[in-house]
């Protein structure tokens, strides 16, 4: 019996749905992320290569991102989050502030259906550097007083270079104010635990998201360290204090899975379905299905295997992973009958771990998606069209 491949056509069906129809109820919490759930639509279609969307819903998504522009600069997760333009007044622009994970998402999208004329760039930017502490972190949001407020993990690290990306590049832009990027590559290494792994500090539990969101950070800053002692010779300190740790500690969130009889466990016993027993090579040897955990002693969860395999990509060592099995955990294990991708095998698929999935997938080079950028998270067709959509509006300025 052939192995189990991607279903590209369902794939394709199930996320024309998510853009042309009503989503389930349980997404209603998200409105305030609503941002978030066009980029991964919009992504995965353009990943698929699914036919284009019509000019007049293009021009619709456009309008929607661009009516969620912040007039102090930014945008908001949503158009129920932001105030109609009279009501805005000196005294009150904060009062519904713009986030910067939303202002990520939303330059990312508007970049498949238009161009980045309409962003009031220069607003953007100085209110981007008003989100970084004085450690180099970045918050989610300020408020009309100047007080940052949000997390200090390396999430907010991600969104801020990739707002970064997309406006002013790494040339100099007389107009654009910059962030402190010392900063922030301090802080980015300050991250690094004793196990090789990222979190929020080094006293934290290292984590595989903040592992990808500081790395990619630091490749949209050019200062991931090479492997090569005669290369990116540079007066600034690398992003990563131990490379060989961090690839050792992400290599080591792979993990067997074995799928067990629908009657040999119930719902009460624990899942004995992981081994990770031993990380040395032995373990995962002939392994039929291997998938990728977030943190040490944690069930394997699709977007890992993004967020992992991504990271080591960016590293250069991405030929560490055996791709065959990982894949099959993906098609066989987490691919949903109707298209998508659940987050453990047997759930149902749903945005997120659905665009990550294929997005792993992408990276493992399958033939039937386009090759992906693992620093965006795009094609890199579609990164390509980034970096002429802006040096197409710096050049308008």
Not at 28 to 46: E, N, P, Q, V, Y
């Amino acid at each position: 019996m052939a192995n189990p491949k991607l279903d590209k056509e369902r794939h394709i069906q199930y996320w024309q749905r998510c853009l042309k129809s009503l989503l389930p109820n349980g997404y209603t919490s998200t409105d305030s992320s609503r941002m978030s759930l066009g980029f991964f639509i919009l992504a995965a279609l353009d990943l698929l290569c699914a036919p284009p969307i019509p000019f007049i819903e293009r021009k619709n998504i456009r309008d929607w991102i661009l009516k969620c522009q912040h007039p102090s600069g930014g945008f908001c997760g949503s158009p129920n989050h932001r105030y109609p333009d009279e009501y805005y007044g000196d005294e009150s622009k904060e009062m519904d502030p713009a986030n910067l994970p939303a202002t990520s998402f939303a330059l990312m999208t508007l970049s498949f259906v238009g161009r980045l004329d309409r962003v009031e760039r220069v607003k953007c930017l100085r209110w981007l550097k008003r989100l970084q502490r004085e450690d180099g972190s970045f918050g989610e949001l300020v408020t009309r007083e100047g007080v940052i407020l949000g997390g200090g993990d390396m999430r907010y690290c991600y969104c801020a270079m990739a707002v970064r990306f997309i406006l002013r590049g790494e040339g100099e832009v007389s107009d654009m104010e910059d962030i402190d990027v010392e900063k922030l590559v301090n802080h980015l290494r300050s991250g690094q635990t004793y196990d090789g792994g990222i979190s929020e500090s080094s006293q934290h539990e290292a984590h595989a998201g903040y592992a990808y969101c500081a790395i990619a950070s630091l490749s949209l800053l050019n200062r991931i360290p090479s492997s090569s002692p005669t290369s990116n010779i540079s007066i600034f300190l690398p992003g990563l204090t131990n490379v060989p740790a961090t690839v050792r500690w992400l290599v080591s969130r792979q993990l067997n899975y074995v799928p067990k009889d629908e009657d040999e466990n119930s719902e009460d016993e624990e899942d004995t379905s992981y081994d990770q027993s031993d990380m040395s090579g032995s373990v995962l040897e002939g392994g039929a299905f291997v998938g990728f955990n977030g943190r040490c002693n944690k069930r394997a969860d699709t977007c890992y295997a993004f967020w992992v395999i991504a990271s080591l990509a960016m590293l250069g060592h991405v030929d560490v992973v055996d791709f065959e099995p990982s894949r099959q955990f993906l098609y066989a294990q987490t691919q949903h009958q109707i298209g998508g991708f659940g987050k453990c095998p047997g759930d149902p698929p749903d945005i997120y771990h659905s665009y990550l999935g294929l997005a792993a997938l992408a990276i493992m080079g399958d033939p039937d998606l386009k090759k992906l950028d693992p620093v965006l998270c795009v094609s890199c067709e579609q990164r390509q069209k980034i970096e002429s959509l802006r040096e197409e509006a710096l050049n308008g300025r």
